[in-house]
């Protein structure tokens, strides 16, 4: 079950980096980590379907190269650290 919500998550990020071609530049913000509120439980990691998540001394950072503005990690965050 995990896999088959990760593939899902990783369509829905494809689905918006298509419309984001051809609709002239919709675009979500890339995501970003409020470190203070950050406990560093990992849960966005798991979310995130690129991987562009890692957990460094305790908080998680964002790739913004590898991040495709799925919102995944937001929705996915107890403490809402995560925001786009």
Known sequence: MYKSRRVSVYNM?????SKKRWMGGFSMAKAAVDQDTC???EACV????????????????VDSETCV???????????SAISQ
């Open 13 to 17: 990020a494809r689905f918006f980096q």
């Open 39 to 41: 406990v560093g439980c």
């Open 46 to 61: 798991g979310a995130c379907p690129t991987t562009a998540i890692s957990v460094n001394d305790g908080k998680a950072s």
């Open 69 to 79: 503005e799925c919102g995944a990690c937001v929705s996915t965050c107890p403490v």
